[in-house]
């Protein structure tokens, strides 16, 4: 049944009509080209002689005149201040400082409104409007700043009226000099909730500092000259008209129209002399798009058709069959062309992919079954020694790959002595793994005979440190024996992390040991070893720096500081409960942040004598 259907799906392809049968030569695009040529150049002589009288010159004239009364209104409300220039002044110097309140109005709640009460009543014979210099500079100068910002809101609120009522774009004030390349903002009308911030076409706050394009230096340039100037900046048109010079600087009026705006207001005016010329290209779209569907839309068709029987069936041999006969000597013939060789190819990748996805499974197999004998090496049944009370002890390890590098152990030498060890292998992944097999088989085998610390650390270094160490991997150790009667453990560091003790009533703190050179790093080194107290109640974290390097998204380390204060948050929990503690807020701090590193933390916990 699924080859009748194949069968007909096939011959449906080939009973599709094809208008084109005879070879064609040239490229399909030049000549649907020359048909839109022709086409753009009858309708453009047309709508030439309808529209020739049609000119922006107007538009912008109109544009001025508008642009220059709003100029003469906003200069009025600067120049009414006695003090403006002092005003001005005062807010270059001081933009980044100011406390603006941009959506000021008159409302007595306004922050802008209590700051004016404040002014006036600490300051009763000054009429804050018109303050002159003097009197502004009476004041102390934090009532100076406040009277710049109060001033500032006063002019904004005048401005942002002005633009809303007028329909202005952009409306604002700004400060330049020559070569009247750049201009900063010192004030922005806008209209109630827009967005301000110093992104394009966002309402700039004081203190923005911009480039300007040609045309817009060329508008200041004149401006300065108290020659107003329209620019043209792409969409918007700027005019920029003179306000003062003030310490050097000096002060422009400056407005943005949206240009296409005001000519669509314009066109819709002429709409009715351009139908003619629709007419006349209608008519000429539809030759043109005869000619398409012709020349490319119904071979394109057919070359669809054959894809989609490919997408259904995955049958590259029919559909090389079908477009065989598709016999055109342009881009579609080549794309007839591609198409069959584009299904060749992906049965060819799709084989392929088959394979890599059985090696991909088998791989995951036997990666699966690397982790599971990994963390058997490791003790993992808890608690490990029910029989003995003089001590707790609990341990983890969460390997960043499907196999780590990390381990722990914990043994028992004799009745008397524990063996204690921590571990991080050099690198990740397999390698990492076979190599901690190694370390830690060779490093228990000589702790079971030798029953002090450097030692221990010193033969297993030796050990790795032979020819068939070629890989030249290396691990830090942190190896100790516990005398359990005494609570003495003699310890040496290996370039391992420094461990964490916590005294019986006092809190976890990091101690500084003497380190070695890591494990394999080289032949004939000589470890010492030290030793630590272990009273009733004390405590040991152990770890590898896959705790204080985890990372957060933003790149942040946990560190070493956030890991004490994670262990003193419960300084008198059990082992369990502290590796619990301390997991749980190294996952609050990285978050949705990948893993990089093993997570391997060991915490034991000594009792005494019971």
Not at 84 to 107: C, G, R, S
Not at 150 to 167: A, F, G
Not at 303 to 311: E, G, K, T
Not at 549 to 567: Q, S
Request: hydrophobic letters at 40%; aromatic letters at 10%.
């Amino acid at each position: 049944m699924a080859s009748q259907g194949l069968d007909r799906k096939a011959q449906q392809v080939e009973n599709e009509p094809m208008l084109i049968s005879e070879k064609r030569r040239g490229s399909i695009i030049i000549q649907v080209t020359l048909m839109f040529v022709l086409c753009v150049v009858i309708t453009g002589m047309i709508t030439y002689v309808s529209q020739r009288n049609r000119s922006d010159k107007l538009v912008k004239d109109q544009l001025e005149f508008r642009a220059g009364r709003l100029a003469a209104e906003t200069s009025k409300i600067i120049h009414d201040y006695a003090a403006y220039a002092w005003i001005l002044d005062y807010w270059h110097n001081h933009a980044k400082e100011m406390d603006i309140e941009y959506d000021a109005d008159f409302v007595l709640t306004s922050e802008t409104a209590k700051k004016a009460g404040e002014l006036q009543k600490k300051y009763p014979d000054i009429q804050l409007r018109y303050a002159t210099k003097y009197e502004i500079e009476s004041m102390a100068p934090e009532d100076q700043k406040k009277y710049a910002e109060v001033v500032y809101s006063w002019i904004l609120t005048r401005l942002n009226e002005i633009k809303s009522v007028n329909r202005v774009d952009y409306l604002f004030i700004v400060e330049t000099k020559a070569p009247y390349d750049k201009q900063f903002f010192v004030m922005s009308a806008a209209d109630p909730g827009a967005v301000r911030g110093t992104e394009y076409e966002q309402v700039y706050t004081i203190g923005v500092e911009s480039e300007v394009s040609d045309y817009q230096k060329e508008g200041m340039k004149n401006a300065a000259k108290h020659v107003s100037h329209l620019a043209n900046a792409g969409q918007y048109v700027d005019y920029y008209s003179y306000l003062d010079i003030i310490g050097g600087r000096t002060y422009l009026i400056g407005m943005t129209y949206d240009y296409y705006a005001i000519i669509d207001d314009i066109d819709t005016q002429t709409k009715v002399g351009s139908v003619l010329s629709m007419l006349y290209q209608v008519m000429l779209l539809a030759a043109c798009l005869l000619g398409i569907y012709f020349l490319v839309l119904n071979p394109l068709k057919y070359v669809q058709s054959n894809i989609r029987l490919y997408r259904d069936t995955k049958d590259s041999k029919i559909v090389d069959e079908n477009l065989s006969k598709l016999n055109l000597n342009n881009e579609i013939g080549e794309l007839a062309t591609d198409v069959t060789d584009l299904s060749l190819e992906m049965d060819n990748y799709l084989e392929e992919i088959k394979k890599i996805t059985s090696e991909k499974e088998r791989i995951g197999v036997e990666l699966s079954l690397a982790s599971r004998i990994q963390q058997s090496m490791i003790p993992h049944n808890f608690p490990p020694f029910p029989d003995r009370k003089e001590f707790d002890i609990y341990a983890s390890m969460d390997p960043a790959r499907e196999v780590g590098g990390d381990f722990y152990d914990f043994f028992m030498v004799d009745d008397d002595h524990l063996g204690l060890v921590m571990a991080d292998v050099s690198g990740k992944g397999i390698p990492a793994a076979l190599f901690m097999m190694i370390s830690k088989t060779i490093l228990k085998s000589v702790a079971m005979l030798e029953c002090e610390a450097d030692e221990i650390l010193s033969r297993t270094n030796e050990a790795l440190c032979s020819e068939e160490n070629q890989v030249e991997m290396f691990v830090t150790v942190w190896a100790g024996i516990l005398e359990i009667s005494t609570g003495i453990i003699t310890a040496a560091n290996a370039g391992h992390e420094y461990p964490v003790i916590k005294n019986p009533d006092g809190n976890y703190e990091l101690l500084k040991d003497p380190h070695g050179l890591v494990i394999g790093g080289a032949e004939g080194f000589k470890y010492k070893s030290y030793q630590i107290k272990m009273e009733p109640g004390s405590k040991l974290f152990l770890y590898t720096d896959g705790i204080p390097e985890a990372t957060d998204a933003d790149k942040n380390m946990f560190g070493i500081e956030r890991m004490v204060d994670a262990l003193n948050s419960k300084p008198d929990a059990d082992p369990k409960e502290t590796l619990e503690v301390v997991r749980n807020k190294v996952d609050e701090f990285v978050k949705d942040a990948e893993q990089f590193d093993d997570l391997t933390m060991m915490c034991f916990e000594y009792k005494g004598k019971q």
